[in-house]
């Protein structure tokens, strides 16, 4: 997906720092290492509530380690009752999971407060998975009365899985009557290389006639160093090349256009206060789930702390995922440019995934 075009979402936050005292993890993990509790935090170190007003996601798992529950809470601890009107991210009182004899899973069900299913716009009631020799073949959405639904922009109601051995080569999705879509991104086909890593990928109507194709490039690590997507008249429309740190991290791509504009997301900090130098900057290594960028407008006291941060343009869950390191930044004056500016900027790219993050 193309995150560059999603709607970042519209919200100044005015925080004062002076004083920080972390008393809240952003993220809580049990004896056997595993997330437990996610939280929202703010640089007060308090608890608070995004849009759709969750601070906390909580995780339970059953006998075998496997995700059982997870449930949304407010900043005061309550269980979170959908606003299912509002243009925010929409999500469920709480969500179950259930799995095959096999361990794969085998149904996502969205609850309300009270138990009932719920039927969110971008969220089925209860979705479920059918599987032949441990390879996912269909998914299918459910509405709260068990029956199919369609989700999301294009209505996918059914989604079917083709294989050639263990390499996924075909996914078709159908609407509720189970009628093939017919939108140029609803059948996707996949190809190969010689030792089975994705070369093509192919994107079609319901005819068949090709709507865009995407083409992947590696380099000797099988890492993925290049992508071209090409319209349906062969005419290359953008690329975008990917740099890796040595931990095999990205932390650069660059988007090539067409009419050879180019543009370059970086994973770190860029700075920018007149008269002043950076004496610690974090590493954003850690972040592993979320992807996007975003900046902040900020302003120091005398001795080079942070005080007021103010909130430029990024997406919720980014920008509430870098606080506890922006917390950790320390400037000094700089003695070769005395210049008593107290404002500036952060920019911040965190470049781990190619999908829209639903959740902070």
Excluded: C
Aim: hydrophobic share 30%; proline share 2%; glycine share 6%.
């Amino acid at each position: 997906m193309d995150y560059k075009k999603l709607v970042p979402f519209i919200l100044l936050v005015l925080i004062s720092i002076s004083g920080i005292s972390q008393t809240i993890k952003t993220e809580v993990i049990d004896k056997k290492d595993r997330l437990i509790q996610k939280n929202r935090v703010n640089f007060y170190g308090k608890l608070e509530n995004d849009l759709s007003g969750i601070a906390t996601i909580k995780y339970e798992y059953d006998r075998k380690g496997k995700l059982e529950k997870k449930s949304y809470f407010n900043k005061d601890g309550q269980m979170i009752k959908p606003d299912t009107t509002s243009e925010a991210l929409e999500y469920p009182s709480y969500t179950l999971y259930k799995y095959n004899d096999e361990g794969l899973i085998a149904e996502i069900s969205n609850h309300y407060i009270d138990g009932s299913y719920l039927d969110l716009a971008n969220k089925p009631a209860v979705k479920r998975f059918k599987y032949k020799n441990n390879q996912l073949t269909d998914e299918f959405n459910f509405d709260k009365r068990g029956r199919l639904r369609g989700v999301g922009n294009l209505e996918k109601a059914v989604v079917k899985y083709t294989y050639a051995g263990k390499q996924l080569i075909e996914v078709r999705s159908y609407d509720k009557d189970k009628k093939i879509l017919d939108f140029g991104l609803n059948i996707e086909r996949h190809a190969y290389d010689s030792i089975g890593r994705k070369a093509r990928t192919t994107y079609h109507f319901a005819n068949s006639e090709i709507f865009l194709t995407d083409k992947y490039y590696y380099n000797n690590k099988s890492q993925l160093i290049k992508k071209e997507s090409y319209k349906k008249n062969g005419q290359l429309d953008y690329s975008v090349k990917y740099t890796y740190a040595t931990n095999d991290q990205i932390i650069k791509r660059e988007y090539q256009y067409s009419n050879r504009k180019t543009e370059i997301e970086k994973q770190g900090f860029e700075i920018s206060i007149p008269g002043w130098k950076v004496t610690n900057l974090p590493s954003l290594d850690a972040i592993r789930d979320i992807d996007g960028i975003g900046a902040f407008y900020f302003t120091l006291d005398q001795a080079g702390n942070i005080k007021e941060l103010r909130r430029s343009h990024g997406k919720d869950p980014l920008m509430y995922a870098v606080i506890p390191y922006i917390s950790q930044i320390k400037f000094e004056k700089d003695e070769k440019n005395p210049v008593s500016n107290l404002k500036g900027e952060i920019k911040v790219g965190v470049l781990n995934k190619d999908i829209e993050v639903e959740e902070f």
